[in-house]
Every structure is written in C-alpha cells, then in structure tokens.
C-alpha cells in the first residue's frame, strides 16, 4: 500500500497546489489589496450587497447568482464581483445612463388613509388600494416615469424630465379625485424635488430622496407641493401651460423644523388656476402660509 508523500497528507499530488490555493484565496492581505483595487476600477465598488443587486439586468442577476455560489471573504469572490461591478459599469456607460444623473424624484401618499382604513376595514382598504393604483399609475407610467416602490397607500416615482413629473403629477391628483369606495373619496398629496440621488440597484438613496419625502409632507391637506429645485428647472414657458400657479411656502410659525432640511430649502404649493369638478378647496389658503 503507497503512501502519502511527505507534505501531503491524503491529497495526492495536487494538495500542494490546491493548499497554496485555498491559502491564497483566503489570505485577508490579498483580499484586502482586490477589495482596494475594487475602488479604482469603474462602477461601484460594492456592487454585489443587497442594495446593489436588487432589481433587474444581467450584472444584477449574475451577482446575485454569485453571492449564493461563491464563498465569503475570498479573493475569488472580490474577482468575480470586481468584474460584475466593470460589467455594470459599461452597461450603464453604453446605455447613455450615467451612475447619478439629476432626475425628477415623486412622492404620493393619501391624507387620512389610516384612520379611514381603521374605520373601513380590510376589504374597503384593499379595494381602495387597488382603485387608486389603477387610477394613479397610468399617467406616470404613460408618460415615462418609472415607479420605484410602492409604499402602502403611496408610491414614490422618478422621472428624467421634471416638467413631465409636475404634469403627470396633477393628472394622477385629478385622477384620484374620480375614485369612490362606499361613498369615499381619498385626497392625494403629492411631493416634487429634482436632483441627484444614489441609484443603488433598483432604488434610489440620499438626500435628495430625504428631500422629496419631505417636501410631500408640506402637502398636509392633499396639495401639490414641489421644491424652487423643481420649479428652476421648469422653462417658463413649459410651465405657462400647466393649470396651476405656484405659491411659495413660508415656514410654519408653530411647527418644529424638518429634520433632514436645509434652512434656505424653499417649497412652493401650484394650486389650480380653477375648480376642477367641484374641488374649489384647492384654491383655499393655508393657515400660516403666503
């Protein structure tokens, strides 16, 4: 019976260089070098976590398929994914997409939602969900926005164009306002803001985003409220033709300041220019604001 070479305990005559493998695979100087490198080639140099490869496309899919396959803190996994991460890169590049383009960012939720639904209960409230979303997701999808999530009874949408976003934006509230479950009809509001925010996978994160859930809470009683970021970026004479006029927003006297918000971050209400079926509240002032 043959045995083992010296240094080779049981694996044959490949153990020496699968050892040396295994050990440079594993090495945390190595890995620490290619997660280093990582950070100078195209792309995001953490693509490859949960945020980075939700949603579709094949860099997408293929890093998924490798954080399930491939072993953790290894070289081999930092070379794969280093790959991927070029991969994104060029797919974006070639696309025409850049990483963190300026966008128009969405923000909808109905006013008074809970305590309704914890009146109605759950079949008026799926219903009502169901009504809203097939009355609000066709004038942002038709005219090219991409709704990134829904949220309960609200969604949050980006556009590339803002005055595209403002104008899908009043079609959906008018929408809205044609909904009738057991004799109610929700109230929309909705927040506007433009600029850069991360796009990790398929979400989008950062300030900007921080930025545009907040201008929607502005929209206390079911307005339309966007940021002077959204406004500048409208031509006057894009915005000439919208049914609204804007109205800028002064702090509330008694309210405590928004987390998250600039001191000089400007707001402004675009109130109808008139009553649209019934609706003339719309045109009522805002306790504390001008």
């Given at each position: 019976?043959?045995?083992?070479p010296?240094?080779d305990?049981?694996?044959?005559?490949f153990?020496?260089?699968?050892?040396?493998?295994?050990?440079?695979n594993?090495?945390?100087?190595?890995?620490?070098?290619?997660?280093?490198t990582?950070?100078?080639l195209?792309?995001?140099?953490?693509?490859?976590?949960?945020?980075?490869?939700?949603?579709?496309?094949?860099?997408?899919?293929a890093?998924?398929?490798?954080?399930r396959?491939l072993?953790?803190?290894?070289?081999?996994r930092?070379?794969?994914?280093?790959?991927?991460?070029v991969?994104?890169?060029?797919?974006?590049?070639?696309?025409?997409r850049p990483?963190?383009?300026e966008?128009?960012?969405?923000?909808?939720?109905?006013?008074?939602?809970?305590?309704w639904?914890?009146?109605?209960?759950?079949?008026a409230?799926?219903?009502?969900?169901?009504?809203?979303?097939?009355?609000?997701e066709p004038?942002?999808?038709?005219?090219?926005?991409?709704?990134?999530?829904?949220m309960?009874?609200?969604?949050?949408?980006?556009?590339?164009?803002?005055?595209?976003?403002v104008r899908?934006?009043i079609?959906?509230?008018e929408?809205?306002?044609t909904?009738d479950v057991?004799?109610?009809?929700?109230?929309?509001?909705?927040?506007?803001?433009?600029?850069?925010?991360q796009?990790?996978?398929?979400?989008?994160?950062?300030?900007?985003?921080?930025?545009?859930?907040?201008?929607m809470?502005r929209?206390?009683?079911?307005?339309l409220?966007?940021?002077?970021?959204t406004?500048?970026?409208?031509?006057?004479?894009?915005?000439?033709?919208?049914?609204?006029t804007?109205?800028?927003?002064?702090?509330?006297?008694?309210?405590?300041?928004a987390?998250g918000?600039?001191?000089?971050?400007?707001?402004?209400?675009?109130r109808?220019?008139?009553?649209?079926?019934?609706?003339?509240?719309?045109h009522d002032e805002?306790?504390?604001?001008?």
């Open positions: 019976m043959d045995e083992d010296p240094g305990p049981g694996g044959g005559q153990a020496g260089p699968r050892g040396w493998f295994r050990d440079i594993h090495h945390d100087g190595v890995i620490a070098f290619l997660r280093r990582r950070r100078a195209p792309g995001d140099p953490d693509f490859g976590d949960p945020l980075s490869v939700s949603g579709v496309g094949g860099p997408r899919a890093a998924r398929a490798a954080d396959l072993e953790r803190d290894a070289a081999t930092e070379v794969s994914l280093g790959a991927l991460q991969w994104q890169a060029l797919t974006e590049r070639v696309s025409g990483a963190n383009p966008v128009t960012l969405v923000f909808t939720d109905l006013v008074g939602f809970s305590a639904s914890l009146r109605s209960g759950d079949d409230t799926l219903r009502l969900l169901r009504r809203v979303a097939q009355v609000v004038p942002l999808l038709q005219s090219g926005g991409h709704i990134v999530k829904r309960g009874d609200g969604l949050m949408a980006v556009f590339a164009d803002p005055t595209t976003a899908s934006a079609a959906a509230r929408a809205v306002k909904v057991d004799g109610y009809t929700p109230r929309m509001r909705v927040g506007i803001h433009t600029g850069r925010p796009r990790i996978g398929s979400d989008w994160l950062g300030i900007d985003v921080n930025l545009a859930a907040r201008v809470e929209a206390t009683r079911g307005e409220v966007i940021s002077e970021a406004l500048q970026r409208i031509p006057d004479e894009d915005f000439d033709v919208l049914p609204v804007a109205k800028k927003l002064r702090r509330q006297v008694f309210a405590a300041r987390d918000v600039p001191d000089d971050f400007t707001m402004y209400r675009l109808t220019r008139r009553p649209v079926r019934g609706h003339e509240d719309d805002v306790p504390g604001e001008e």
